[in-house]
C-alpha cells in the first residue's frame, strides 16, 4: 500500500520560502507520477503540481506558476516543492499523491498522507 509522510511545513512570514518534502514507500516510487496538492480551511482540496516519472516533465497551477518548483529524488523515494514568494493565499495544508500518469485531477491519486501545514502570516 503507497503511503506517504509530508514534512518541512512552517510558519513563514510573506515572501518568505520553505522547501516541502515527501518520503513516499509501499511501492515502486518510480514507477509513478507525483503530485502536490493542498487544502485550505474550509475549501476543496486543490491541485498545485505534478511531475512525472522521470522527473523531466512538471505542470503547476496557474496561482503557484514561477514561484514553486517540485521535483523528485526517485534513489531517496522523495518528492519535493520548492516554495519561494510566499504569500498568505498560499496558507494550507499540503498533501502529496502518486498517480500512473501526472495529472491535475485529485482523482487519479490514490492514498493520502496526513500533510503538512504551511502557513504564510505577518
Known amino acids: 500500500q503507497k503511503q506517504f509522510v509530508e514534512s518541512g511545513g512552517a510558519l513563514v512570514q510573506p515572501g518568505g520560502s520553505l522547501r516541502l518534502s515527501c518520503a513516499a514507500s509501499?511501492?515502486?516510487?518510480?514507477?509513478?507520477?507525483m503530485g502536490w496538492f493542498r487544502q485550505a480551511p474550509g475549501k476543496e482540496r486543490e491541485f498545485v503540481a505534478t511531475?512525472?516519472?522521470?522527473?523531466?516533465?512538471?505542470v503547476y497551477a496557474d496561482s503557484v506558476k514561477g514561484r514553486f518548483t517540485i521535483s523528485r529524488d526517485n534513489a531517496k523515494n522523495t518528492v519535493y516543492l520548492q516554495m519561494n514568494n510566499l504569500k498568505p493565499e498560499d496558507t494550507a495544508i499540503y498533501y502529496c499523491?502518486?498517480?500512473?500518469?501526472?495529472?491535475?485531477?485529485?482523482?487519479?491519486?490514490?492514498?493520502w498522507g496526513q500533510g503538512t501545514q504551511v502557513t504564510v502570516s505577518s
Open positions: 509501499g511501492h515502486t516510487f518510480s514507477n509513478y507520477a
Open positions: 499523491a502518486a498517480a500512473p500518469v501526472p495529472s491535475m485531477a485529485t482523482s487519479l491519486y490514490g492514498s
Open positions: 511531475i512525472n516519472r522521470s522527473g523531466d516533465s512538471t
